[in-house]
Structure formats: C-alpha cells, structure tokens
C-alpha cells in the first residue's frame, strides 16, 4: 500500500509560479514511474510529465521548457515546478505512481492549480 499526498496548489496570475509536491508514504521511486496528471472540466486526465527510476524524465509539449519534475529520494518527495504558468494550466493536479513490475497505480487525491489575473 502507498498513499501519496499532494501539496502546492493555489491562485496564481499569468506568468506566475508554483512548486507542487508528492510525498509517498515508504520509498518507491526505485520500482515505480512518477507521473503528474491534470484534468480541467470538460477535459480528459493528461499526462504532464513522468519521471523514471532512473531519472529519465518527458514532458508534454504543452508545458516544455516551463515545468521541470524533480524528486528528492531522502524525502520520498515528487515536486513539479511550474514556471511561466498560463491560464490554460488551470486544473486538478495529480500525482501517480505506476508500478514498473505492473499492478495498482496509486494516485494522489489532487490539488487545485488556478491560473488567473
């Protein structure tokens, strides 16, 4: 069992920025891909970026070059840093963890990013 819990949300203007992070419950980072999702009403869950145990990261090309996925293995922490924030990156925030080995995908309960001025 893994809990992750997600923290960073809030209201920023355009252009503004906001660091969000994932704590897991026990270390995992070696045996699981970490993802952070978003959704916007009316929209489908997008993948923004991934990062893998071996610190390969991709990202959406939507947020390149503005969101960078980091992770603190001490911490047990996924951050996602968010520069530049558009209104269009206005959603619920998720953080996953995919089982390299396959199984459960555990999921944060998600935290509200609004972008607006």
């Known amino acids: 069992q893994v809990q992750l819990v997600e923290s960073g949300g809030g209201l920023v203007q355009p252009g503004g920025s906001l660091r969000l992070s994932c704590e897991a419950s026990?270390?995992?980072?070696?045996?699981?891909?970490m993802g952070w999702y978003r959704q916007a009403p009316g929209n489908q869950r997008e993948l923004v970026t991934s990062?893998?145990?071996?610190?390969?990261?991709n990202y959406a090309d939507s947020v390149k070059g503005r969101f960078t996925i980091s992770r603190d293995n001490d911490k047990n922490t996924v951050y996602l840093q968010m520069n530049s924030l558009k209104p269009e990156d206005t959603a619920v925030y998720y953080c996953?963890?995919?089982?390299?080995?396959?199984?459960?995908?555990?999921w944060g309960q998600g935290t509200q990013v609004t972008v607006s001025s």
């Open positions: 996953a963890g995919h089982p390299i080995l396959g199984g459960t995908t555990y």
């Open positions: 026990r270390s995992i980072f070696n045996i699981y891909v």
């Open positions: 990062i893998t145990g071996g610190g390969s990261t």
